[in-house]
Antibody, heavy 121, light 107 residues
Framework: QLQLQESGPGLVKPSETLSLTCTVS??????????WEWIRQPPGKGLEWIGS???????YYNLSLKSRVTLSVDTSKNQFSLKLSSVTAADTAVYYC?????????????WGQGNLVTVSS | DIQMTQSPSSVSASVGDTVTITCRAS??????LAWYQQKPGKAPKLLIY???NLQSGVPSRFSGSGSGTDFTLTISSLQPEDFATYYC?????????FGGGTRVEIK
C-alpha cells in the first residue's frame, strides 16, 4: 500500500531554512487524482496545515506561512519537498507529509510517520 | 479561516463505555468534516470523512454525525486501543483547519 516517509535534519538554527523531503512508495506521485501535503504539529499542540502540491507543480499555501514556504515536487524520484525559511523557535514541530484526494475531498490519508524538527542554536 | 472547536478537551472513560466528542465549526461547512485518531508518537489516522463515512478498515464502533456547524464522534464500547487523542478537521475550504483535540484517557 502507499507509504510516505519524511526525511531531513532534526535540528535547524534560528533564521536558517528548514528543508524536508517526503518519499512516496507503493504508488506514483504523478497520479492525477492526488495532492501532496505538509502538516505540522508543535510538541503537545494541535495540527496546522502548511501547504499542498500537485504533481504538475501547482501549489497552495497557508497564508499564515506563505511568505516563508516553498513546496516542490520531483516526479522522477517520487518525492516532494518543503522549505521553510527564516525559522524561529515557533517553527519547532513534528512535520508530517500526507496525501489528499482531489475534487474537494480535503482529508488526509495516509500520513508519513513524522519528522521532529527543533529550531535551536 | 474557519475555526474548529472541540469539546471536551479530555475525557476519562472505562473499557466498554460510550464516549461522545463534539466539534463545532465557526461557519457552515455542510458535511465537509473528517475525524482522526492520534496515538502518542504516531501520525494521525483518518477515521471518518464527510462527517459520517467510515474509512476502510476502521471498526464499526466508531461513528460520526452532524452537518452544518455541529458534529459528533461517538465511540461505542470503548476498547483499550481506543485511548488516544481525536481531532476533527474541516474540509470545506482552504486553509483546512483542525480542532484542538480531545484526549480520551483511561479512568
Amino acid at each position: 500500500q502507499l507509504q510516505l516517509q519524511e526525511s531531513g535534519p532534526g535540528l535547524v538554527k534560528p533564521s536558517e531554512t528548514l528543508s524536508l523531503t517526503c518519499t512516496v512508495s507503493g504508488g506514483s506521485i504523478s497520479s492525477s487524482t492526488y495532492y501532496w501535503e505538509w502538516i505540522r504539529q508543535p510538541p503537545g499542540k494541535g495540527l496546522e496545515w502548511i501547504g499542498s502540491i500537485y504533481y504538475s507543480g501547482t501549489t497552495y499555501y497557508n497564508l499564515s506561512l506563505k511568505s516563508r514556504v516553498t513546496l516542490s515536487v520531483d516526479t522522477s524520484k517520487n518525492q516532494f519537498s518543503l522549505k521553510l525559511s527564516s525559522v524561529t523557535a515557533a517553527d519547532t514541530a513534528v512535520y508530517y507529509c500526507a496525501r489528499r484526494n482531489g475534487g474537494n475531498k480535503n482529508w488526509f490519508d495516509p500520513w508519513g510517520q513524522g519528522n521532529l524538527v527543533t529550531v535551536s542554536s | 479561516d474557519i475555526q474548529m472547536t472541540q469539546s471536551p478537551s479530555s475525557v476519562s472513560a472505562s473499557v466498554g463505555d460510550t464516549v461522545t466528542i463534539t466539534c463545532r465549526a465557526s461557519q457552515d461547512i455542510a458535511n465537509w468534516l473528517a475525524w482522526y485518531q492520534q496515538k502518542p508518537g504516531k501520525a494521525p489516522k483518518l477515521l471518518i470523512y464527510l462527517a459520517s463515512n467510515l474509512q476502510s478498515g476502521v471498526p464499526s464502533r466508531f461513528s460520526g454525525s452532524g452537518s452544518g456547524t455541529d458534529f459528533t464522534l461517538t465511540i461505542s464500547s470503548l476498547q483499550p486501543e481506543d485511548f488516544a487523542t481525536y481531532y476533527c478537521q474541516q474540509a470545506n475550504n482552504f486553509p483546512v483547519t483542525f480542532g484542538g483535540g480531545t484526549r480520551v484517557e483511561i479512568k
